[in-house]
């Protein structure tokens, strides 16, 4: 017997949850609740498990729950299309299990199998080296529709300690350069040339994706963060035909005149800036770099008038939903942070800028490592609410919805907006 | 369903002047026809559809099929009046992946410079024959009543 089946103990809560909100899909349901709980691989799904056909985990910027760097699946693909980003959570949290069903992966909760998922598909490229001899892997990863470039795999808010309390990105580097031979900077000219040849697969990509940590540093703060940027996108641009190609960046909130630059200097289409948490007093205490530097009432205006430059729909912010609920400091009850939450978040949608969220899975590396996230009801309210404001302000989210991100079951939810600018 | 019918089904997609349409539903429950280029059958049975565009009504369509298991109609018509009604549950869309990377491939080599949003699997339920001729004859012999009495006159005798 599996593992998934010896472990069955009753209806699965998924179902409950389900039949409570019957006008949100049960697979968007589901996704939310295993970023929310986690995964866990039996030895029969990891035998499915094909590093020449399926991407392996390894080359992500942050870290996972159980704290390891071993061969398991990168992510898993549901039947509408959409990824579930999760990680490997240890058992004892109680994650959902990837077992084998008639040799297909399949998602199990309480020994009942729930859905079939698929292991990410490995690109071409993955198998070739650069022209310096590191794995091409390591200098540009991939989701099932995305090319993730990660550039600079630290942040400098960690030099004063003042980094995100949620974030593993400095522990994840030290284990990433030393157990897998990930550069902690990358060569812009090594990432075009690794841009290039991902590019001669067809069909595979639809986006390019560049996030790194924040760079404090420069003439004015965080220029030397908008160089570098310019600098690989620029290298990245030399593949296209065209000025602009779709393509996001997630970086510090930056001044308008430095996003200015960023546009007119690269083939960015898209700019998002991750306030993480959306109430002041929180984001002050779980984020001190970016309070330090910015400012939470600054970082908002910040992306204001990036609508300004990359145009209405294509400017969003980044949530970890459920650091707001985490340790004393953090909301009393979900009601209220949802509530808060909202408010915040439709400030900015009536000012252009949509919020998206990713499920907070607390990481071992990190200082809220011991606290839970939200339910997985907190979730979906959340999910609703979001989606919600897009309706009602207009926005669309084409740039981090599930093709090219797939991490937010908010914007999964959006993949039936209404299509505004078109007269039919 | 049986291998023999489907193996119908096999045919007549194979035919070019097989017509086949792809009916869905939009957020209202209205019903929503279009054709169906590409539609074929895979070895284990299921038919795919490959849809072109993320913003095309039948693919959003298909979306909210898969979400909410809501039906969809398959329409084969064939060039000797052999109408195939076939009812389907959205299965899976693929997205990426070898499937996906071949009809990719195999799309722009007919038609061009187009795009390709995702490969659409759908599990046949049912089958039917919708053919005129075979309807009518059903419906001749188990509905007498449903018959204009005209075409049951003795023929007009007046010169």
């Known amino acids: 017997m599996t593992l998934a089946l010896k472990r069955k103990t009753g209806v699965a809560e998924l179902d409950e949850v389900s039949q409570r909100y019957p006008d949100v899909p049960r697979l968007i349901i589901l996704k939310a609740d295993v970023q929310r709980r986690g995964v866990h691989y039996t030895e029969a799904a990891i035998k499915l498990l094909d590093p020449a056909r399926h991407q392996v985990t390894g080359t992500h910027i942050f870290g996972t729950r159980d704290g390891v760097i071993a061969l398991r699946p990168e992510s898993l693909l549901l039947r509408d299309g959409s990824s579930i980003i999760t990680t490997p959570t240890p058992l004892d949290e109680n994650p959902y299990v990837v077992d084998a069903l008639d040799n297909v992966p399949w998602l199990f909760d309480r020994g009942m199998p729930l859905e079939e998922v698929e292991y990410w598909p490995a690109p071409e490229f993955y198998s070739k080296t650069s022209s310096s001899g590191v794995p091409m892997k390591n200098i540009v990863s991939t989701r099932p529709q995305r090319l993730n470039i990660f550039p600079y795999r630290y942040c400098t808010f960690w030099n004063n300690g003042n980094g995100c309390a949620f974030c593993d990105i400095v522990a994840q580097m030290k284990k990433g350069g030393k157990e897998l031979n990930i550069p902690a900077k ?140 985490a340790g004393p400091h953090g909301f009393s009850s979900e009601d209220e942070a949802l509530e808060r939450t909202l408010a915040e978040a439709e400030d900015l949608a009536r000012q252009g800028v949509s919020t998206v969220y990713i499920v907070w899975s607390p990481r071992p590396d990190t200082p809220l490592s011991g606290c839970k996230n939200a339910s997985l009801d907190y979730y979906i309210r959340l999910a609703r609410g979001l989606h919600n404001l897009r309706l009602k302000y207009r926005l669309p989210i084409d740039h981090d919805g599930y093709r090219h991100c797939g991490n937010h079951p908010d914007t999964d939810l959006s993949r039936l907006l209404p299509l505004w600018g078109e007269k039919l | 369903m049986t291998g023999t019918i489907t193996s119908d089904i096999r045919e007549l997609l194979a035919h070019p002047a097989t017509v086949a349409t ?138």
């Open chain 2, 22 to 159: 792809i009916a869905t539903l939009d957020e209202t429950g209205a019903p929503y026809a279009v054709p169906a280029l590409f539609l074929q059958l895979d070895d284990s049975g299921r038919l795919v559809h490959p849809e072109l565009l993320e913003t095309s009504t039948t693919h959003r369509n298909l979306l909210r099929s898969i979400w909410f298991e809501l039906p969809v109609t398959i329409t084969l018509f064939s060039l000797r009046g052999r109408v195939t009604i076939v009812r389907g549950k959205v299965h899976k869309a693929h997205v990426s992946g070898p499937l996906f990377s071949d009809h990719y491939r195999e799309l722009r080599s007919r038609l061009g410079d187009v795009d390709l949003a995702a490969v659409w699997l759908i599990d046949i339920l049912e089958i039917i024959d919708d053919t005129f001729a075979l309807r009518r004859a059903r419906e001749e012999e188990l509905h007498p009543f449903f018959k204009h009495l005209d075409r049951l006159a003795v023929a007009d005798r007046t010169p």
């Open chain 1, 186 to 325: 990358l060569d812009p000219v090594e990432v075009g040339e690794v841009i290039g040849e991902a590019l001669k697969e067809q069909g595979r990509f639809s986006a390019v994706f560049l996030t790194s940590g924040s760079i404090v540093s420069g003439a004015r703060p965080f220029d030397d963060e908008i160089d570098y940027y310019i600098a690989i996108l620029k290298e990245v641009g030399k593949h296209f035909r065209t000025a602009k190609y779709p393509s996001q960046l997630i970086g510090t909130a930056f001044e308008k005149s430095q996003l200015q630059r960023l546009y007119d200097q690269t083939g960015l289409m898209s700019y998002t800036a991750n306030i993480e948490v959306l109430d002041e007093t929180i984001f002050n205490r779980y984020c001190p770099g970016k309070a330090e530097w910015i400012g939470y009432q600054e970082w908002k205006q910040r992306l204001v008038d990036a609508v300004d430059v990359f145009g209405p729909g294509r400017v969003n912010t980044g949530i970890v939903a459920g650091v707001e609920l």
